[in-house]
C-alpha cells in the first residue's frame, strides 16, 4: 500500500495521492495489452501451395526452416505432371521475410507466377531450385541451418528415371543469404552411401553436429558441411523418420511404421543405435502403412526456458490420413499429454518450425473439393500459432519470451482433440 510507505516522500495530500494513482493507473494500462498479449491464443492458417498452380500438377513433402532474422523457408516437391511419386519432379521454395515486408522476388532466382497472400503472411513468388529436365525427381528436401553463421545447408535425393523408390544419391545445397541464392547442388553420396532422406528437416546438436534423418538412421557432417558420413543403422526395416536432440545429448528417431510410431536412441550422435520400441501414445493410421510425420524441440530448460518441450505432428486418425493435429511433451517424448488439432478432414506430410518470437509454424498437405471431386493432395497450408492456443491457455511462455508473441497471428479457436484419440496419417 502506498500509504505504508515510511520514505519523506511519502503521500501528504489529497492532490499528491491522487497524481500517485492517476500514474498506477496508466502504468497498469500500457502493461496491459503486453500481459493480454502474451496470455491470448494466436492462430493463422492459409494454403501456400495449391495443386495445379504455377505450372505445378501436385505439390508434396514439405519442409519448413526459420532463420534467426525470421525469414521462414518452406520446401516441397513441386510434382510437374501427376501427383505419382517419382514422376518428373521439381524442387521448389517459397519464402517469406515476415508480416510487414513486401513481396519481391529473390534475386538470381527463377520464379513463377505472383505473390501468395496468406491472412497474415506475405511469400515471395516461388522458386524452382532444381528443375527437371529428361522426366527425373528431386525428392525428400531436408534443410539444415548451421548455427555458426547461418548457412542453410539443402539435402534432396535424386532419382533419375525409370524410378524405383530404393535408396538414391544425395545431392546438397548451400544458402549463405537466407535462401535468396543458392549453390549448385553437390553430390555428397560418396561418403554417405545410398540413402533415402527424412523428408523433414534436419537438425545441429549442441556440439556442433549437422544431422539428417534417413530411413535407416541418420548422415552427419563434423566440419560444417565440408563432408559427410553415415551413423549406424537401426534395427529393422522401416520408412521415413525425423530425429531431435534430447536434453542430454541422445538423439531420438521417430520412425514412420503403421499402427504406431516406433522410436529408437543414440548416445553418440547416430553412429549407434539402442533397440527401437513402439510407442503406444503416438497412433498412425494403419492405412498407408502409416505417415511421415514431424518433431521438433521447443524449449529446453539450459536455455533459460521454465520447460523442456517437444513438439510432435502427424494426421489424427487411426485409420487413415486424417486431422492433423499437434502434441506436446513435457519428458523428452516419454509422454505426449497435450494435443490439438489443427485441421479437420485430409491431412499428410507436415513439418514444424519456431520462429524467433517464439510462435510455432507448421506446413502441412491437405485436401481440397472441386466440383464435388476430392483431391487428397491439393493444397500445403502454412500454420501460424503459439503455446497458448495449443495447450488451450493451459501451458504459457514464462522464460521472457511472453511478451515476444506475435501481433500479426489472430486469436482462434480450433477443436481440441483428446490424446487418446490422437495420431498420424
Given at each position: 500500500?502506498?500509504?505504508d ?17 492517476i ?15 502474451a ?5 493463422e492458417?492459409?494454403?501456400i501451395?495449391?495443386?495445379g ?24 516437391e ?6 505419382v ?22 534475386h ?70 537466407e535462401?535468396a541464392t ?36 541418420v ?12 551413423g ?10 525425423q530425429?531431435v ?12 511404421h ?26 498412425e ?12 524441440r ?15 505432428a ?9 486431422d ?43 485436401g ?24 488451450n ?33
Amino acid at each position: 500500500m502506498m500509504g505504508d510507505r515510511s520514505s519523506s516522500n511519502a503521500i501528504t495530500t489529497p492532490q499528491t495521492g491522487t497524481s500517485v494513482r492517476i500514474w498506477i493507473v496508466l502504468v497498469f494500462l500500457l502493461a496491459a495489452p503486453l500481459a493480454l498479449r502474451a496470455a491470448s491464443p494466436q492462430f493463422e492458417d492459409s494454403p501456400i501451395f495449391v495443386s495445379g498452380h504455377d505450372g505445378i500438377n501436385t505439390y508434396r513433402i514439405p519442409s519448413i526452416i526459420a532463420t534467426s532474422n525470421g525469414t521462414i523457408l518452406v520446401f516441397c516437391e513441386g510434382r510437374r505432371d501427376s501427383y505419382v511419386d517419382g514422376t518428373a519432379t521439381n524442387l521448389v521454395l517459397k519464402r517469406s521475410l515476415g508480416n510487414s515486408v513486401a513481396s519481391i522476388p529473390a534475386h538470381g532466382s527463377k520464379t513463377a507466377g505472383s505473390p501468395t497472400r496468406g491472412e497474415k503472411m506475405i511469400w515471395q513468388p516461388m522458386q524452382v531450385l532444381l528443375a527437371t529436365k529428361a522426366g527425373e525427381a528431386y525428392m525428400n528436401p531436408v534443410p539444415i541451418i548451421d548455427k555458426r553463421d547461418g548457412t542453410i545447408f539443402l539435402l534432396v535425393n535424386y532419382y533419375p528415371q525409370p524410378y524405383q523408390d530404393v535408396p538414391a544419391h544425395t545431392w546438397m545445397m548451400k544458402s549463405h543469404d537466407e535462401g535468396a541464392t543458392w549453390s549448385p547442388p553437390t553430390d555428397i553420396s560418396s561418403g554417405t552411401g545410398l540413402k533415402e532422406l527424412g523428408p523433414g528437416i534436419g537438425i545441429q546438436m549442441q556440439n556442433g553436429r549437422l544431422v539428417a534423418a534417413t530411413y535407416d538412421g541418420v548422415i552427419f557432417s563434423d566440419d560444417h558441411g565440408k563432408t559427410w558420413k553415415s551413423g549406424g543403422k537401426v534395427v529393422g526395416h522401416y520408412t521415413e523418420t525425423q530425429v531431435v536432440e534430447l536434453v542430454n545429448g541422445s538423439l531420438m528417431l521417430n520412425i514412420r511404421h503403421g499402427g504406431h510410431r516406433v522410436v529408437a536412441l543414440s548416445k553418440d550422435g547416430g553412429e549407434t543405435w539402442g533397440k527401437p520400441w513402439t510407442d503406444p501414445a503416438l497412433i498412425e493410421p494403419e492405412n498407408w502403412e502409416g505417415c511421415q510425420a514431424s518433431l521438433i524441440r521447443y524449449t529446453r530448460k539450459r536455455d533459460g526456458s521454465s520447460k523442456d518441450r517437444l513438439l510432435f505432428a502427424d494426421p489424427a486418425s487411426p485409420k487413415d490420413r486424417l486431422d492433423m493435429t499437434v502434441r506436446v511433451s513435457y519428458d523428452e517424448g516419454q509422454t505426449w499429454p497435450v494435443s490439438r488439432l489443427i485441421e479437420k478432414g485430409r491431412g499428410g506430410y507436415s513439418s514444424l518450425a519456431v520462429l524467433p518470437d517464439r510462435t510455432i509454424a507448421m506446413v502441412y498437405e491437405g485436401g481440397t473439393t472441386s466440383n464435388g471431386v476430392e483431391n487428397n493432395f491439393g493444397k500445403i497450408s502454412f500454420a501460424r500459432f503459439n503455446l497458448e492456443w495449443l495447450t488451450n491457455g493451459q501451458d504459457q511462455l514464462k522464460d521472457g519470451h511472453d511478451g515476444r508473441q506475435d501481433r500479426a497471428a489472430r486469436s482462434g479457436a480450433r477443436e481440441s482433440v483428446p490424446t487418446s484419440g490422437a495420431k498420424t496419417e
